[in-house]
Antibody, heavy 128, light 110 residues
């Protein structure tokens, strides 16, 4: 079964740091591009960051550029998000999500720009 | 990186069809065939419903369909069912190689 499990969330003071992890299983993690997406309480989805399968390409939303760093360890099937200089507006559930692909009746479909599957999310609260 | 524009809410009766729009610019929705749609029930992770404008992942009902014209993409749900009541989000690839979501649309099945 394909599974993504986030961890590392919690309560942190403004200006503090936190490192999120996402453990992948059930698929060849090293072949997939990965993303972090967040959702503030009661708000919509916001894309945060992208990393290619080999870590050659990395992109960030303007709202986190210079403060957050995405990385991955393909040997350990893990994705990370290092979050520094945290602000109240970073409070959100953080999801990791893979790029989409599937085999159906011998046909392979993929969409590097779509997100599937998703983890269950980890809550980050930035407050004093 | 402005969010894509979606209506805040739409509603329909069981059996009816509804359409949710998603408007961007030529730098995102209009520039690429990389629009995807997600369904999110309360307290749950989003689920991919449509990818690359009009493709359905296996297991997604054929009542869900996607299209695009110019800078506006659309998600149509036909034969509305009670379980379709959820929040729906569009997403697009952008010319900066980033991704952007819409603000989300709450679908109410009357």
């Amino acid at each position: 079964e394909v599974q993504l499990v986030e961890s590392g969330g919690g309560l942190v003071q403004p200006g503090g740091s936190l490192r999120l992890s996402c453990a992948a299983s059930g698929f060849i993690f090293s072949s997939y591009n990965m993303n972090w997406v967040r959702q503030a309480p009661g708000k919509g989805l916001e894309w945060v960051s992208y990393i290619s399968s080999s870590s050659n390409s990395i992109y960030y939303a303007d709202s986190v550029k210079g403060r957050f760093t995405i990385s991955r360890d393909n040997a350990k099937n893990s994705l990370f998000l290092q979050m520094n200089s945290l602000r109240a507006e970073d409070t959100a559930v953080y999801y990791c999500a893979s790029s989409f692909s599937e085999w159906v009746e011998g046909a392979y479909s993929t969409s590097p720009t779509s997100f599937d599957p998703w983890g269950q999310g980890t809550l980050v609260t930035v407050s004093s | 990186q402005s969010a894509l524009t979606q209506p805040a809410s739409v509603s329909g009766s069981p059996g009816q069809s509804i359409t949710i729009s998603c408007t961007g610019t030529s730098s995102d929705v209009g520039g690429f065939n990389y629009v995807s749609w997600y369904q999110q029930h309360p307290g749950k992770a989003p689920k991919l419903m449509i990818y690359d404008v009009s493709n359905r992942p296996s297991g997604v009902s054929n009542r869900f369909s996607g299209s695009k014209s110019g800078n506006t993409a659309s998600l149509t749900i036909s034969g509305l069912q009670a379980e379709d009541e959820a929040d729906y989000y569009c997403s697009s690839y952008t010319s900066s190689s980033t991704r952007v979501f819409g603000g989300g649309t709450k679908l109410t099945v009357l």
